[in-house]
């Protein structure tokens, strides 16, 4: 359900959601996320200095545990020292980091972006559509 690979650790997500952390060097596994009762997360993305992650979380629907059967899916940021989990994005998925001081996801078939302040890790103004007609997935454009 989502691996992310950087300097900081490797994460990754196994079903129903829970979210576990791996030194780049090896050793043993740590959970540092698991999703509420009913609800999964998948897509963790470690933000640059590893103290915090951006996820995908939501309540699955009736199809069973996997990411494309999360209902109203959403982006939250975690902060790993403290658990402390607040939500980015009231509707999206996939979110990730990019260099340029942004955040990217999907909502549906389009890709948006919108400025991150990396610090306070907070989105700063509104959501800017990038790309249509994208394909997820399973899920459809």
């Known amino acids: 359900m989502g691996v992310n690979w950087t300097p900081e650790g490797i ?9 576990f952390r791996v030194s780049p060097n090896g050793g043993q596994r740590q959970l540092i996320f698991k999703p509420g009762e009913g ?11 590893g103290a915090a992650m951006l996820l995908t979380e939501g309540a ?14 959403h ?25 340029t001081g942004h ?10 972006g919108v400025r991150f302040d990396l610090e306070r890790l907070q989105i700063v103004g509104a959501p800017v559509p990038l790309l249509e007609g994208v394909r997820r997935s399973n899920a459809t454009p």
Do not use: C, M
């Not at 994460?11 to 979210?19: I, K």
């Not at 609800?39 to 200095?49: N, T």
């Not at 989990?85 to 009231?90: G, H, N, P, Q, S």
């Not at 990217?104 to 389009?110: E, I, P, Q, S």
């Open 103 to 112: 955040v990217v996801y999907a909502v549906d078939g389009t890709l948006f």
């Open 11 to 19: 994460v990754f997500a196994e079903r129903p959601g829970n979210v």
């Open 60 to 73: 699955f629907s009736n199809v069973g545990p996997n990411p494309d059967a999360i209902e109203i899916p």
């Open 39 to 49: 609800d999964g997360s998948y897509g963790a993305h470690l933000l640059p200095g």
């Open 75 to 99: 982006i939250s940021v975690v902060l790993l020292a403290t658990g402390e989990k607040r939500t980015l994005i009231e509707r999206g998925a996939d979110a990730r980091y990019v260099s």
